[in-house]
């Protein structure tokens, strides 16, 4: 995905969010944003390509290993969304946006729909697969530490 459908669904007249351009940085950083829009939910946001590949997860991130959470893989998002919190006034998105969590990722893998990766965050912290199903959805699950008995995804 590219920017083009996230600037397609805003009026950046009305909207305090970043317009933004592709842009490297050459950091691997993530945000979860909390969301409070129609429904509450949790974006989470991988700093990547230039962009941040977004994903929105219903009930949020998980924190303790072997727990499988959906993630519904939205449009790309600008690099400066990475810092974004506020109120989306009326239209697509429209709601409060805080950051709930944030820090840097190692990417382990990359492949046709997976990825897996080590969080180093404030909340979260660990190793992280987003697996593709059959569905266009995806899984986001916390792997067991070496060890222990769970997710070896």
Same mark, same amino acid.
């Given at each position: 995905?590219?920017?083009?459908?996230?600037?397609?669904?805003?009026?950046?007249?009305?909207?305090?969010? $970043?317009? =933004?351009?592709?842009? *490297?940085?050459?950091?691997? @950083?993530?945000? #979860? !944003?909390?969301?409070?829009?129609?429904?509450?939910?949790?974006?989470?946001?991988?700093?990547?390509?230039?962009?941040?590949?977004?994903?929105?997860? $219903?009930? =949020?991130?998980?924190? *303790?290993?072997?727990?499988? @959470?959906?993630? #519904? !893989?939205?449009?790309?998002?600008?690099?400066?969304?990475?810092?974004?919190?506020?109120?989306?006034?009326?239209?697509?998105?429209?709601?409060?946006?805080?950051?709930?969590?944030?820090?840097?990722?190692?990417?382990?893998?990359?492949?046709?729909?997976?990825?897996?990766?080590?969080?180093?965050?404030?909340?979260?912290?660990?190793?992280?697969?987003?697996?593709?199903?059959?569905?266009?959805?995806?899984?986001?699950?916390?792997?067991?530490?070496?060890?222990?008995?769970?997710?070896?995804?």
């Amino acid at each position: 995905m590219a920017l083009e459908e996230y600037k397609k669904k805003r009026d950046f007249a009305k909207t305090p969010e $970043p317009a =933004g351009e592709v842009r *490297e940085t050459g950091q691997h @950083r993530f945000v #979860v !944003q909390k969301h409070q829009a129609s429904h509450l939910h949790y974006d989470f946001r991988l700093e990547m390509d230039g962009v941040l590949k977004s994903w929105a997860v $219903p009930k =949020g991130p998980p924190e *303790e290993a072997n727990v499988r @959470r959906l993630a #519904v !893989q939205v449009e790309d998002h600008p690099v400066d969304y990475i810092d974004f919190a506020g109120t989306i006034a009326e239209g697509y998105g429209a709601g409060t946006v805080e950051i709930w969590d944030h820090g840097t990722y190692d990417l382990q893998e990359r492949a046709e729909g997976r990825l897996a990766f080590t969080l180093h965050g404030e909340r979260l912290h660990g190793e992280y697969v987003l697996v593709h199903t059959r569905s266009r959805d995806w899984l986001l699950m916390k792997r067991a530490h070496p060890g222990q008995s769970g997710i070896r995804g």
